[in-house]
């Protein structure tokens, strides 16, 4: 992988500039950086290994070279989209979803964007804001995705079981291959991030949807079936006939089972 390889593959895209890096701390941190510097919509910055790559909740992810996908891009939403910005992670995970769809798998989306494949976790989201003083100035959306076997971590220091696309597919993968294609579908979804059939799209690759599930909240659990998502991504949680509003970014969602 390197800068004009990834160009080249990339230059149908209508993509502002593209940062390579071989190796670096975390892409959504040198995105962040560039953004508050004033870079461009639609810049992607991609790293081949990323140390401190950062998840929901404070969690890392570390990228070894050759194995895996980590990159971010920078989004400058209108003020309409302002007004739906908890869906740019939910976007990700859309797009992820359906790239991997195009190579034949069946992913599902652990709510609110964490990507799966025979329910284990192949892909994680994070989407942070970029502010301007008071203002909402941009979105950073961060993407990481296990290729290959060698990108899915020892399994005692997982939260929730992994799996990479090559052990799902049975096949090699070309990493630039599946990076164009989440890109373009980024792309695509993000023009109908304010549309029913966002939702729907997203919605109906939701897991455990329908099912009994228990919310891991910062002031304790609660168990009850994962009855819907609302317009703005979040989760309804029915609990003896009364219904949960949880809202993405402070909470860990796992099936009942676990």
């Known amino acids: 992988m390197d800068v004009?390889?990834?160009?080249?593959?990339?230059?149908?895209?209508?993509?502002?500039?593209?940062?390579?890096?071989?190796?670096?701390?975390?892409?959504?941190?040198?995105?962040?950086?560039?953004?508050?510097?004033?870079?461009?919509?639609?810049?992607?910055?991609?790293?081949?290994?990323?140390?401190?790559?950062?998840?929901?909740?404070?969690?890392?992810?570390?990228?070894?070279?050759?194995?895996?996908?980590?990159?971010?891009?920078?989004?400058?939403?209108?003020?309409?989209?302002?007004e739906k910005l908890s869906l740019f992670s939910p976007l990700g995970a859309l797009a992820v979803a359906v790239a991997l769809e195009d190579l034949g798998l069946s992913p599902e989306i652990k709510w609110p964007n964490d990507v799966l494949l025979s329910r284990k976790k192949v892909c994680g989201v994070l989407a942070e804001t970029v502010w301007m003083g008071s203002h909402i100035n941009g979105v950073v959306l961060g993407i990481g995705i296990n290729v290959a076997t060698g990108s899915v971590p020892d399994s005692n220091v997982l939260l929730f079981p992994a799996t990479c696309v090559e052990s799902e597919l049975g096949k090699p993968v070309d990493r630039l291959l599946l990076l164009e294609s989440v890109l373009r579908h980024l792309i695509e979804w993000r023009k109908q991030i304010r549309t029913e059939r966002f939702i729907e799209e997203w919605k109906k690759r939701l897991a455990f949807l329908g099912e009994?599930?228990?919310?891991?909240?910062?002031?304790?659990?609660?168990?009850?079936?994962?009855?819907?998502?609302?317009?703005?991504?979040?989760?309804?949680?029915?609990v003896e006939e009364q219904y949960h509003t949880i809202l993405a970014g402070d909470v860990k969602l796992r099936p009942l089972e676990e």
């Open 212 to 238: 009994k599930v228990t919310v891991q909240k910062p002031d304790g659990e609660i168990t009850g079936w994962f009855q819907d998502v609302d317009e703005h991504g979040a989760l309804v949680l029915s």
């Open 4 to 82: 004009e390889t990834i160009r080249a593959r990339l230059s149908a895209l209508p993509i502002s500039e593209i940062q390579y890096l071989p190796e670096t701390y975390s892409t959504n941190d040198d995105a962040m950086a560039w953004a508050q510097a004033g870079a461009p919509e639609g810049v992607v910055v991609i790293a081949d290994k990323q140390l401190k790559g950062r998840g929901r909740l404070g969690r890392m992810w570390v990228t070894q070279p050759g194995t895996s996908l980590a990159f971010s891009m920078i989004f400058r939403p209108t003020l309409e989209e302002i």
